[in-house]
């Protein structure tokens, strides 16, 4: 096996759709990933693809609801214009078998529902409509000349595919796995600390001693 410098399989991606991995080990999306070759009849081998999975914040609009919710993210709304950059939410990867032409592969990508983390608040303010993706992949794709030769290049690093996420896919996602219900990471004397006040007020569970400690009514603006 050697590597050659032409010629290079002209990969192109698109983003099919998406749907909730339903048992899985931690919540989980498929990505229904369409691989294509500009030369339908070259053979690629295999392809071990890697790819970084942007938010791209910006090219949608946010309703009254999730503007208060983002907040924690990038401040009071009139200020957008400096704060609301894109962001990264996650990394993956996938092994493409063999084609010509082109295939459907599924990029599985692993999700938390950790509010402490900028991707999940901004997941969790959102309402309705779609989250815009932007897909940037790298790799290593083995393929086969017209003489049989086996040879290795990597994916250009121009290789990218935008996609429109449903918010109702997330939300369905880890209705799935945390259904009517979040989770979030204390710190341990913070924990101490409740615990001890639930203890000490004799308070059964811990919605009752979260709720105990919220005013009455409407949050404060």
């Known amino acids: 096996m050697r590597k050659a410098n032409r010629p290079v399989p002209d990969l ?3 983003v099919e759709g998406a749907a909730a991995v339903p048992y899985a080990a931690a919540p989980a999306l498929a990505f229904k990933l369409r691989v294509s ?11 071990a693809l890697n790819c970084q999975i942007r938010l791209d914040v910006t090219r ?11 907040g924690d993210l990038f401040g009071d709304p009139q200020r957008w214009s400096q704060t609301l950059r894109n962001m990264l939410w996650t990394f993956a990867a996938t092994n493409v078998p063999a084609f010509s032409g082109s295939v459907a592969v599924d990029l599985p990508v692993t999700c938390t529902y950790d509010m402490n983390i900028a991707a999940v608040k901004y997941f969790y303010a959102l309402e309705e409509g779609d989250v815009p ?3 940037l992949f790298s790799g290593t794709v083995f393929y086969e000349t017209p003489a049989g030769e086996l ?7 121009s290789a990218e595919a935008n996609y429109r996420l449903p918010v109702a896919v997330w939300q369905g996602m ?5 259904p009517n219900s979040a989770w979030m990471v204390l710190r341990r004397d913070i ?16 919605e009752q001693t979260i709720n105990s400690l919220l005013p009455e009514g409407e949050v404060p603006a």
């Open 191 to 206: 924990f101490d600390r409740l615990y001890r006040y639930k203890v000490a007020q004799g308070i059964p569970t811990w």
């Open 151 to 157: 040879q290795v290049e990597q994916v250009s690093w």
């Open 37 to 47: 070759n500009a030369d339908p009849d070259e053979q690629v081998r295999a392809v």
């Open 60 to 70: 949608r609009r946010y309703g009254p609801g999730e503007q208060e919710r983002l």
């Open 12 to 14: 192109s991606f698109v």
């Open 133 to 135: 993706l932007n897909l």
């Open 174 to 178: 880890m209705d799935i796995y945390y």
